[in-house]
Nanobody, 121 residues
Framework: QVQLVESGGGLVQAGGSLRLSCAAS????????MAWYRQVPGKQRELVAS???????NVADSVKGRFTISRDNAKNTVYLQMNSLKPEDTAVYSC???????????????WGQGTQVTVSS
């Protein structure tokens, strides 16, 4: 099994910054894809940013220029640097990892528990 532990959420004023981290652990052979999603109650989950094993990154138009995704392959960790935060960024942020476990030829998707980000106006 692969476990994901997220950290870095919290309460911040509009215009502020937060950095989310998501560390993967367990019997990991390789991590192919890492991403951050967010969800507001009553709305669909939204893909915020993703990054491949080759560090090719994409971010949603709604956060482009403000959020940056990065990864540290040695630590099996993905980061989301969030700057110039707006009240509409308030949501539960969850990381998603697609990884191969040791001894497995197939990749599986794993989810973190989610971390609350609240941006006050």
């Amino acid at each position: 099994q692969v476990q994901l532990v997220e950290s870095g959420g919290g309460l911040v004023q509009a215009g502020g910054s937060l950095r989310l981290s998501c560390a993967a652990s367990g019997r990991i052979s390789s991590i192919n894809y890492m991403a951050w999603y967010r969800q507001v109650p009553g709305k669909q989950r939204e893909l915020v940013a993703s990054i491949t094993s080759g560090s090719s990154a994409n971010v949603a138009d709604s956060v482009k220029g403000r959020f940056t995704i990065s990864r540290d392959n040695a630590k099996n960790t993905v980061y989301l640097q969030m700057n110039s935060l707006k009240p509409e960024d308030t949501a539960v942020y969850s990381c998603n990892v697609v990884a191969n476990e040791l001894g497995s030829f197939s990749a599986h998707s794993y989810w973190g528990q989610g971390t609350q980000v609240t941006v006050s106006s």
